[in-house]
């Protein structure tokens, strides 16, 4: 058994390589749906077929724990995945909520109602599918009051990391940012809300400007992981092989996930 991450592509790997390092006893088996990527220009049920399939598959791989570390298949398709598709035996999670509880300074399962939080003013750049389902909105609801969130569609991204092109993905960064600050000068926070995106985080913080704190998903997600397995120790078993899938080309998936990860990673097909 070990954790399972799931992905469309490569952008999960931000957040394996943040939960490799913070729980190195743990085996991890990684899910990448190169063959689809991206999805956040995909339907909703095409997202949730897609990631249930991802899903299973990692089930299949003895993960009773799978973390979705694809904020477009999180904000479409988990909802309804855990009202009734996940065994009562097997746990998927998210990746928004560490998010805004650090965005939010709340600690985890702390659940009074909504409240007044220090950010006022907040960036969200995220993918179209994650940006047109407001998940990020409803879930900041329930957790503060005042917050004026203005999210940016960055089309385009996450096909151009996907490809290596990482002129073409600056460039990209740089034109998103530039649209977000039209509709609001100054953000006092923004949030990655995609895993590809902290691949460009420098990008990001260069464009927005160094008063703006960017929060990025990868450490947040595996503090509270390492949070979780406390609590719920039975979750990870016993396995000791960590294994990393993919949809796509293996070795291709295998060469840029090493140039990413900057350590040696051998996929294999799903
Ligand atoms: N890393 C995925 C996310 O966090 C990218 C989605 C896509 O494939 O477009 O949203």
Redesign the pocket.
């Known amino acids: 058994m070990a954790v399972g991450i799931f992905?469309?592509?490569l952008?999960?790997l931000t957040v394996l390589d943040a939960a490799m390092k913070r729980l190195p006893e743990v085996p991890f088996v990684y899910y990448g749906d190169n063959a689809h990527?991206?999805?956040?220009?995909r339907d909703s049920e095409d997202i949730y077929e897609l990631t249930t399939a991802g899903v299973s598959r990692l089930f299949e791989a003895g993960c009773d724990l799978v973390i979705l570390?694809?904020?477009?298949?999180?904000?479409v398709a988990l909802r309804r995945m855990q009202e009734s598709w996940v065994p009562s035996d097997k746990r998927v999670l998210g990746?928004f909520v560490p998010l805004i509880e650090a965005l939010t300074e709340r600690q985890w399962g702390d659940n009074s109602p909504p409240r007044e939080v220090a950010v006022k003013e907040v960036a969200l750049f995220?993918?179209p599918?994650?940006v047109s389902s407001r998940a990020f909105q409803r879930e900041l609801a329930f957790r503060a009051i005042g917050v004026d969130v203005e999210a940016q569609p960055c089309g385009g991204v996450?096909d151009a990391i996907e490809d290596g092109d990482m002129i073409l993905a600056e460039a990209l960064v740089r034109s998103h940012v530039e649209a977000l600050q039209r509709r609001m000068a100054k953000p006092q926070a923004a949030i990655l809300?995609?895993?590809?995106?902290p691949l460009m985080e420098k990008e990001f913080q260069e464009a927005l400007g160094a008063d703006v704190k960017v929060y990025s998903q990868a450490n947040l997600v595996a503090e509270s992981l390492a949070d979780y397995l406390t609590r719920r120790p039975e979750m990870v078993g016993t396995g000791t092989e960590s294994l990393f899938l993919t949809t796509g080309d293996p070795a291709r998936v295998t060469n840029k996930a090493t140039q990413f990860m900057r350590r040696k990673m051998d996929f294999i097909s799903a």
């Open positions: 992905d469309s592509g952008g999960g990527t991206p999805y956040g220009v570390a694809c904020n477009t298949a999180a904000a990746v995220a993918t599918a994650t996450v809300g995609c895993t590809h995106y």
